[in-house]
């Protein structure tokens, strides 16, 4: 079997797929296709792989194939050493991981001068292999041979013999991995404090004298005492069970050599094997563990960070309408801009209602010559420094709107990322005569409009929905991040008409440089009429134009079917249902009922099969729906707005802003974020947050404990009673706001609009976790 069968016959078996789909997915994939482009139009050749199987599939190709390359180098290197023998090369073609790989090769790897080799040197293998041949010889008489200038005496002679074994030993890769093996399933780590550093590391408080099994440390507390060992709080220790694990280990090591008595050379030997494991291979098991345990705490602080990066960019748009952005501020007052409802700028303003200007009544005239003037049907509120005085003061406003002025929806947004965006290149140039903070206020406004349309102009790490995020690989982060964007955006689907360069930029196919190119070309020669239209931007050609062209969108252009996601190599199957219906194609398309007398069996052809006719059907029965759902959004309760108005027993609606493994954090208008942990979710047991909640979501809560020094804050959305919360949005109260634990996404099951502060990322989560564990 060659190396390509065996990388795929692997994928097959992790993404519960034949190996013929692995081999037509990598064909597309290294031909050039984008994993948005190949889920959604190649299903007939991918046997309907998906996006997260083809993303899998991609992660896991690269790693593969870096270990094939890997494996012949290694073969490449021990053949001319002259040392590969058969049963070496079955070895190495057996290894399936990097790192058995590494095991194999130890023995054979260039090194620096060791004290093995000064042994070797030294004339002592053969006494070495003198001990082990004759048991039953005292040792010491047998090195007494070996004392030369260069071995002064019987213990330098046994130093080198055990030297020699000590590094046959460290380089034997079925010990290191029936080791690491015993170590993962046994081992524990434990961390202890830093004498002295009580005070200065107080918020890994938790973590001064702590021990778990290595196997079963959530991520959230591994980075944590990562974190706390990083800047010297703790020391970090992986081990086995000090009385029995030590032991078993050495045992091993032991068996490594052979069978071993109670004669002399025995005895001798069993030394050695302890020696071995107590300054050799306990550290290298500790470096591997640690490394491993690094690994799988950063991958699951990624994918937490990726999962809740999804839902919001996913979360409802409030859509197109008029809308006023106000960030928050005291002393620099509050900054004031005015949107239309294609997210263009009409007005700008700076209000100072706070100290020291206290200028109340200039800052509520101002607000409602704006919404008068521009007809705002929103107010987005960033949720910052002063948001809730902010939100009281808007609130004021609106209830001095003259008659007829319709009154306009207040919601509180999340403002996390918009100061990154404000200094940042895109928005200078959207913005170039605008002041800095006042494109914060526009950028507040917009993502109430489209989260997903605005979100993608910041560093997905700067969104702050993620933990750990800064000790985590970077450029593994940033990748991650940057495929849940492209997933997100290519789900939604992009207005080819109205979409930003950094929209555009994520759609399959395209990338900074064209879409730049596609804006600059659109900016010249107006709005693109169809399609077909794309071809004419330069530097974008046909390939560029398969991947993209079906996930761009053109409303009321001159072809219908460039408002929906049919791609255009398919138009001909669309006419033909059309024509089969005996409808114009602009009154059948949205109209599910005249597509019922069709049969998508009888559009099937040798390019087209019944997935992709399907999903043409579909698409023509909802042409260009957005799978993000309608917008819903929480109500603050008046008069708790700092976090010294809560009390033990509240009732408060709230909204999601960041879920963990051990629970969620939730914005209920305090400035902090409260926790519903893991085990006050439900009225039942959740294995996982996300079984219940997601970032967005509207929720009811009940406040359980008030931490005000430390600035923690306990809820739940459990019922008294233990009965299982009701899942239907906006029911079961006479108000019609959800009850406590009950869960709103708006009519589609999606999120709303996103809000919150940075969800209590860190050690303070952990910390926060870590308090409530023993609920």
Avoid at 145 to 154: H, I, M
Avoid at 226 to 234: C, H, N, P, Q, Y
Avoid at 279 to 290: G, K, Q
Wanted: hydrophobic share 40%; net charge neutral.
């Amino acid at each position: 079997m060659d190396a390509a069968q065996r990388i795929a016959r692997i994928i097959a078996t992790e993404i519960n797929a034949s190996a013929a789909q692995v081999v037509a997915a990598t064909q597309l994939l290294d031909g050039g296709a984008t994993v948005p482009f190949v889920a959604r139009y190649r299903k007939e050749v991918t046997g309907g792989l998906d996006d997260t199987q083809l993303r899998m599939l991609s992660d896991r190709l690269s790693y593969l194939r870096e270990m094939e390359t890997r494996r012949e180098s290694i073969l490449g290197s021990i053949r001319e050493q002259g040392k590969l023998t058969d049963d070496l090369a079955r070895a190495i073609a057996g290894a399936d991981t990097k790192a058995a790989l590494e095991d194999i090769y130890l023995p054979f790897k260039p090194k620096r001068r060791t004290k093995a080799m000064i042994a070797r040197e030294n004339g002592l293998e053969p006494l070495l292999r003198a001990i082990q041949h004759d048991r039953a010889a005292d040792p010491k008489a047998l090195a007494s041979s070996y004392v030369t200038e260069a071995v002064p005496d019987q213990k330098a002679a046994l130093d080198g013999a055990r030297d020699i074994l000590v590094e046959e030993l460290s380089e034997n890769a079925t010990l290191l991995g029936r080791l690491r093996d015993f170590m993962r399933a046994e081992a524990f780590i434990a961390a202890k404090l830093v004498a002295g550093k009580e005070d200065t590391g107080a918020k890994f408080s938790d973590y001064f004298d702590h021990r778990e099994a290595w196997a079963g440390i959530p991520a959230h507390r591994a980075l944590a005492i990562l974190r706390a060992a990083k800047e010297e709080v703790v020391t970090i220790d992986i081990s086995p069970d000090p009385e029995t694990g030590a032991a078993r280990a050495e045992g091993m090591v032991a068996q490594a050599i052979g069978p071993l008595g109670d004669l002399p050379g025995d005895q001798w030997l069993r030394q050695v094997a302890g020696w071995t494991w107590r300054v050799r291979l306990s550290n290298t098991m500790y470096i591997d563990l640690l490394t491993e345990l690094r690994k799988r705490a950063h991958d699951e602080a990624i994918r937490v960070f990726g999962r809740n990066l999804k839902d919001l960019l996913l979360a409802a748009p409030a859509g197109a309408k008029a809308t006023i952005g106000l960030d928050p501020g005291i002393r620099t007052g509050v900054k004031v801009a005015v949107i239309d409802a294609t997210g263009k700028l009409v007005d700008t303003a700076t209000i100072y209602p706070f100290q020291p200007r206290n200028d109340l009544r200039g800052a509520e005239a101002t607000l409602l010559a704006l919404i008068a003037k521009h007809d705002a049907e929103l107010i987005a509120i960033g949720n910052g420094t002063a948001s809730r005085e902010t939100e009281r003061l808007v609130g004021d406003v609106l209830k001095h709107l003259p008659k007829g002025v319709k009154t306009p929806t207040r919601v509180v947004v999340s403002e996390a990322g918009a100061s990154v965006y404000s200094a940042s290149e895109q928005a200078a140039k959207e913005f170039p005569d605008l002041d800095v903070s006042l494109r914060g206020a526009v950028s507040i406004a917009r993502r109430l409009q489209d989260p997903l349309a605005e979100l993608v102009k910041v560093p997905p790490e700067s969104i702050g929905v993620g933990q750990y995020q800064h000790d985590v690989d970077q450029r593994q982060l940033t990748k991650a991040l940057e495929v849940v964007v492209e997933d997100a955006v290519n789900a939604v689907g992009v207005d080819l008409n109205t979409a930003s360069a950094p929209l555009l930029a994520h759609v399959a196919g395209l990338g900074p440089s064209l879409a730049s190119a596609i804006v600059a070309h659109r900016d010249a020669q107006g709005a693109f009429a169809s399609r077909a239209a794309l071809k004419k931007v330069s530097g974008l050609g046909p390939r560029a134009f398969e991947q993209c062209a079906g996930f761009l969108r053109i409303r009321d252009g001159s072809e219908p079917l460039d408002a929906s996601s049919v791609h255009p190599e398919a138009y001909g199957v669309a006419r033909k249902i059309v024509a089969a219906c005996g409808r114009d194609i602009r009154s059948i398309m949205g109209d599910g009922s005249a597509l019922k007398s069709v049969r998508a069996e009888q559009f099937v052809d040798e390019h087209f099969g019944l997935p992709t006719v399907r999903d043409i059907l579909s698409e023509l029965e909802k042409p260009g729906r957005d799978p993000r759902p309608d917008f819903v959004t929480a109500s603050f309760t008046d008069g708790v707005e700092d976090i010294k108005d809560l009390k033990p027993g509240m009732s408060l609606e709230g909204t999601v802003t960041n879920v963990a493994a051990f629970g969620a954090f939730v914005d209920i208008g305090v400035h902090q974020d409260g926790l519903v942990h893991i085990s006050q979710l439900a009225d039942r047991f959740v294995k996982d947050p996300n079984e219940v909640v997601k970032v967005g979501d509207v929720v009811r809560v009940r406040v359980t404990e008030v931490d005000i020094p430390r600035k923690r804050i306990g809820l739940t959305m459990r019922k008294d009673g233990g009965t299982q919360p009701d899942r239907s949005p906006r029911a079961g109260t006479a108000s019609g706001r959800p009850p406590v634990g009950q869960v709103s996404r708006g009519p589609k099951g999606g999120k709303p609009a996103p809000r919150g502060n940075d969800g209590g990322q860190g050690a303070l989560g952990a910390a926060l976790m870590d308090a409530m564990r023993k609920r």
